[in-house]
């Protein structure tokens, strides 16, 4: 039984290789991916301002909205590994679940450095959304969500580098509020979409746990994460 799901799972997959393969490349300019903003930087990595008017230099405040904490069905709750910005509201928290060492080295992270990873609802590029729309309907599938996430890293002179793909996977586990769990005969997948070398490409991605309180998932690319519902296979 056991076989048979994951010849299903594996045929999912390969159908949609070909179908983004052939269909739906997309410039990885319009991908989607968002960098962090200005602020987003001065607020993650501590910088201080400086008012012109009377000289005053003051500390950046964190970020206002921060999930990065999420609650299993049996209660269990976990944290983010990682410092960063976690301000999904559609979700029911997100956290980074791969080891912090894990997470260092993914980011290339040096001693006297930090490593940061920015999860939050999708402010998705009009490709990006092409894609997922176009991926989706093809496989039947209702789009439930979108997140964005991708990482960087303060330098220990306080410099932050934004990272465009981890060199090894990272885990994330995603909480799924009530009002977005997959209806009966359905499971939720992610569907992953990103840009490398000026090509946007789109990856289904299981989730790895039978929680239905959360979506657990590695990916070794960041970019746009959009949660489906697909036929239970």
């Given amino acids: 039984m056991k076989k048979q799901r994951m010849k299903k799972w ?7 290789t070909m179908i983004v393969g052939s269909t739906l490349c997309v410039e990885a300019a319009g991908s ?8 987003e930087e001065a607020q993650q990595s501590g910088e201080t301002s400086t008012n012109e008017a009377t000289g005053a230099t003051t500390a950046a405040a964190p970020s206002q909205t921060v999930q990065n904490v999420v609650k299993k069905g049996d209660g269990t709750v976990l944290k983010s590994t990682v410092s960063g910005s976690y301000t999904s509201k559609k979700f029911a928290g997100t956290a980074v679940t791969s080891v912090k060492a894990n997470v260092n080295a993914a980011l290339g992270v040096k001693s006297g450095e930090k490593a940061m990873i920015s999860i939050g609802d999708s402010a998705c590029g009009a490709k990006a959304m092409k894609t997922v729309t176009e991926v989706s309907s093809s496989m039947g599938a209702k789009v439930a969500g979108i997140l964005d996430i991708y990482g960087s890293k303060i330098t220990a002179s306080g410099k932050r580098e934004n990272i465009a793909h981890p060199a090894s996977e990272v885990s994330y586990t995603v909480g799924v509020p009530t009002s977005m769990k997959a209806p009966a005969g359905y499971q939720i997948a992610v569907l992953r979409v990103y840009g490398d070398n000026g090509v946007g490409k789109a990856d289904l991605l299981k ?15 960041f970019g746009v994460f959009a949660f489906v519902y697909i036929k239970n296979v």
């Fill in 207 to 221: 989730d790895m746990d039978n929680d239905p309180n959360t979506v657990t998932f590695s990916s070794d690319k």
């Fill in 32 to 39: 989607g991916y968002n960098e962090p903003t200005k602020k």
């Fill in 10 to 16: 594996a045929s999912l997959v390969l159908a949609l």
